[in-house]
Structures are given as C-alpha cells and as structure tokens.
T-cell receptor
Framework: AQTVTQSQPEMSVQEAETVTLSCTYD???????LFWYKQPPSRQMILVIR??????QNATENRFSVNFQKAAKSFSLKISDSQLGDTAMYFC????????????FGQGTRLTINP | IAGITQAPTSQILAAGRRMTLRCTQD?????MYWYRQDLGLGLRLIHY???????GKGEVPDGYSVSRANTDDFPLTLASAVPSQTSVYFC??????????????FGPGTRLTVL
C-alpha cells in the first residue's frame, strides 16, 4: 500500500516570499503520478500541479514548481512570490498509473500568507 | 457548466439514522469517487466506480455503501450512522481511460455531523 506523508502541519510566510512545502511518499510502484491540491477556506479542492514519475523534468505552473526526487521519494512544492490568495490547505497526493485511479493523500499543510 | 454537485451542503444527523449523500456530475465522466476528509488525516477514499454498474472499495469502506445505476449519479449511503462518521465528504469524477493521467474534479463537499 502507498503512503504519503506531509511533515509540516502548518507554515506561515510573508507576502512575496518563497515557501516550500514538503512531501514524501512510499510505494513499490515504478510508474505513478504525484499531485499537489489546494483547498482554500471555500473548501473547494483545486489541482495546483502534477508530475508524472517517468518524467525527470520538474513540473512548473506559473509561480508553482516542484522538486521531484524519485530515488528519495520526495515531492516538494515551491511557491514563488507568494500572494494572500495562496493561503489554504495544501495536500500532496499519489496515484498509481495502473488500475483504478485512486488518490492517496497526505495529511495536509496549512499555509498562511501574511500581509 | 455545473461540474459536480453534492447535496446536502451540510447535515446534522442522529446516530443510528440512515443517510444518503447525493452526487451528480454533468461532465459524462465514467469514473466517480467518494472521499472523506478528517483533520490530520487528509482525504481518504471510501468507494469508487470506474464505470456505471461497477463499484469498488477504497481505504475506509466500512459503514458505507454506494451504487452506480447511471453515469451521472453516485450516491453514498450510511445505513446506520455513527459519530465516527462525522466528517466532510467529497465526491469526485474523472474521465478514466484504464491507464494514463486523468484529472479528478471535486465537488464542493458535504459536512456531516453525527450526534
């Protein structure tokens, strides 16, 4: 069974700073996908970024980028030039590439961007 | 385009009562999922359905049942609610194609309190 661990329950930074959220996972699969989801106070789950394990290049989406270290089973999220609207819960998630597309989530990190 | 709708938005329920959470999607996705979100645990998969007429168990299926009579609807039933089922419930859907990455889209969630 796969597990996903987010070791930072809460983080807080000043607006415009860069922040990195940590995520590690455990799996025996070789092919899989990794995701970061954002959950603002509205409760809506929003996909931020995704990474396919067979791709060595780290995914980027505007101010969001990941540092994917397959051997270390690490998948951190970097938010550059943080904005007040980035305040949210962030969840790291794993999906095996074979079989049913079941997401396995980490515990979440509550990120607060201060003005 | 509504995407995924869930009903009710929130509910307070007496222990021992039966409750059905409704989920409807209008994206013609073939796969649907139910997750529960609990503080410190992230989201955990309860049940899923890869296509109409089929269902499967997720990580925490006990005490819950689902049905998938058609493509659009995926109700979740608690036959006899218990306080440990107090949670926020999310329905999701994706265009599952057997293999490959298909984004899961989430509904707005249902907050359920069992007293």
């Amino acid at each position: 069974a796969q597990t996903v661990t987010q070791s930072q329950p809460e983080m807080s930074v000043q607006e415009a700073e860069t922040v990195t959220l940590s995520c590690t996972y455990d799996t025996s699969e070789n092919n899989y996908y990794l995701f970061w989801y954002k959950q603002p106070p509205s409760r809506q789950m929003i996909l931020v970024i995704r990474q396919e394990a067979y791709k060595q290049q780290n995914a980027t989406e505007n101010r969001f980028s990941v540092n994917f270290q397959k051997a270390a089973k690490s998948f951190s999220l970097k938010i550059s030039d943080s904005q007040l609207g980035d305040t949210a819960m962030y969840f790291c998630a794993f999906m095996a590439s074979q079989g049913a597309q079941k997401l396995v989530f980490g515990q979440g990190t509550r990120l607060t961007i201060n003005p | 385009i509504a995407g995924i709708t869930q009903a009710p938005t929130s509910q307070i329920l007496a222990a021992g009562r039966r409750m059905t959470l409704r989920c409807t999607q209008d994206m013609r996705h073939n796969a649907m999922y139910w997750y529960r979100q609990d503080l410190g645990l992230g989201l955990r998969l309860i049940h899923y359905s890869n296509t109409a007429g089929t269902t499967g168990k997720g990580e925490v299926p006990d005490g819950y049942s689902v049905s998938r009579a058609n493509t659009d609807d995926f109700p979740l039933t608690l036959a006899s609610a218990v306080p440990s089922q107090t949670s926020v419930y999310f329905c999701a859907s994706s265009d599952f194609a057997g293999q490959g990455l298909n984004e899961q889209f989430f509904g707005p969630g249902t907050r359920l309190t069992v007293l």
